[in-house]
């Protein structure tokens, strides 16, 4: 009989102990004892644990996207029934009903768009859609985060291409925040990426009519950064390294041809080098320094 009591009491002991069981929803927010906690990750923070006192536990959850997904262990956004929070902020204005997450730090209800925890004044919820790069657009602005962008461009045509490039049907710019910088040396209608940064040379390609802009991400993106190739087989256009390219029919070093350089054959010697060959020369710094023969005859 002692037994059975002890069972008893142990049972009721554990049971009421789980009743203050953390429920962790991601690795921002959790639920303890019908309380609502945001963890703020930033190891700067002293105190990264903040009760959010207005959120009523039981209706508390993350906010799905646009498609109805959850990406739950990135998201620092959440609603109750009455309230939608950024981080452990309420969001002033946002109607939790019909709140909807989308990219880039942008998020929307039904009549109101918002980055971050800021309203964005002006901004037709109904046509707003994000471009990238922190970049949206409405019907009637272009935007960069919390401000419309400056200078003046097309709305309707106009797109982000990369983080370094946009573009409308009139011009080419580069993007500079809100003020975006007018890049005159391409034409807008055939300017484009020709592929994403390469992880071995870390080196962006660009292709307008019978040209290929080249920039090494680790510079500031002004004009002077830009190694601009004119006449270049775009088609066939590749980066060896960071200073050799090449195409069906040339070899260029830091963007100039080398003369009489075989681009069929043209090979680096050692990785990342500026050292080459093609059957017939040796090559350094994107000049010829020996026949082949000669190299092995001195051998």
């Known amino acids: 009989?002692?037994?059975?009591?002890?069972?008893?009491?142990?049972?009721?002991?554990?049971?009421?102990e789980n009743k203050t069981e953390t429920r962790v929803l991601n690795?921002?927010?959790?639920?303890?004892?019908?309380?609502?906690?945001?963890?703020?990750?930033?190891?700067?923070s002293e105190n990264n644990v903040f009760e959010i006192k207005e959120?009523?536990?039981?209706?508390?959850?993350?906010?799905?996207?646009?498609?109805g997904n959850i990406a739950a262990s990135e998201m620092n956004m959440a609603s109750d029934n009455l309230n939608v929070y950024y981080k452990n902020l309420i969001l002033k204005g946002a109607k939790p009903a019909d709140f909807v997450l989308l990219k880039n730090g942008f998020s929307k209800d039904k009549n109101n768009v918002f980055f971050k925890e800021k309203s964005l004044s002006g901004a037709d919820a109904k046509t707003f859609k994000v471009l990238s790069n922190y970049y949206a657009k409405d019907?009637?602005?272009?935007?960069?985060?919390?401000?419309?962008?400056?200078?003046?461009?097309?709305?309707?045509?106009?797109?982000v291409i990369d983080g370094y490039f946009s573009k409308d049907n009139k011009n080419v710019y580069l993007n500079k925040g809100v003020q975006l910088e007018i890049f005159d040396k391409v034409n807008s209608e055939t300017f484009g990426k020709?592929?994403?940064?390469?992880e071995a040379t870390e080196m962006s390609v660009y292709f307008d009519t019978k040209k290929?802009?080249?920039l090494d991400?680790?510079?500031k993106h002004d004009d002077k950064d830009f190694i601009t190739i004119f006449g270049a087989d775009t088609g066939s256009f590749q980066i060896i390294t960071k200073k050799y390219y090449k195409d069906a029919k040339k070899v260029y070093y830091k963007g100039?041809?080398?003369p009489g350089a075989s681009a069929d054959s043209f090979k680096i010697l050692v990785s990342d080098s500026t050292d080459a060959y093609d059957g017939l020369y040796y090559y350094f710094k994107g000049k010829k320094v020996a026949k082949a023969n000669s190299v092995k005859n001195d051998k």
């Open 212 to 214: 290929v802009l080249i």
């Open 194 to 198: 020709a592929y994403e940064i390469r």
């Open 256 to 258: 100039i041809p080398i």
């Open 27 to 44: 690795k921002y927010y959790s639920i303890h004892d019908d309380k609502v906690f945001f963890k703020d990750i930033n190891p700067l």
């Open 139 to 159: 019907k009637n602005s272009v935007w960069f985060g919390y401000e419309k962008v400056k200078t003046e461009v097309e709305i309707n045509s106009f797109q």
């Open 55 to 67: 959120a009523a536990a039981k209706h508390f959850k993350l906010i799905k996207d646009s498609a």
């Open 217 to 219: 991400p680790n510079k």
């Open 1 to 16: 009989m002692k037994n059975i009591f002890y069972i008893l009491l142990c049972f009721l002991f554990f049971a009421c």
